[in-house]
């Protein structure tokens, strides 16, 4: 199963987003679209690749869950 939530701040986290001011407040009734596209990666090759694209963007927080 995979799950995807909404988010209205980049990937550096709500954290983040209220320490630059970046975080977006929706008041009631207010609403946003975004769009998401999803590619399939075949081969160990391919997978590699998109781990390190992402990884240029924002790492993996070293623990699963913060406190």
């Known amino acids: 199963a995979v799950g995807l939530e909404p988010s209205t701040h ?7 987003a ?7 407040w ?3 009734g207010e609403s946003r679209s975004y769009h998401t596209t999803f590619t399939v990666l075949d081969g160990a090759e ?3 690749s998109a781990v ?8 993996q927080p070293a623990a699963d869950v913060p406190d």
């Open 10 to 16: 980049e990937v550096g986290g709500d954290a983040a």
């Open 18 to 24: 209220r320490e630059d001011g970046s975080m977006i």
């Open 26 to 28: 929706l008041q009631a």
């Open 46 to 48: 391919s997978i590699a």
């Open 52 to 59: 390190q694209a992402i990884q240029a963007v924002q790492r």
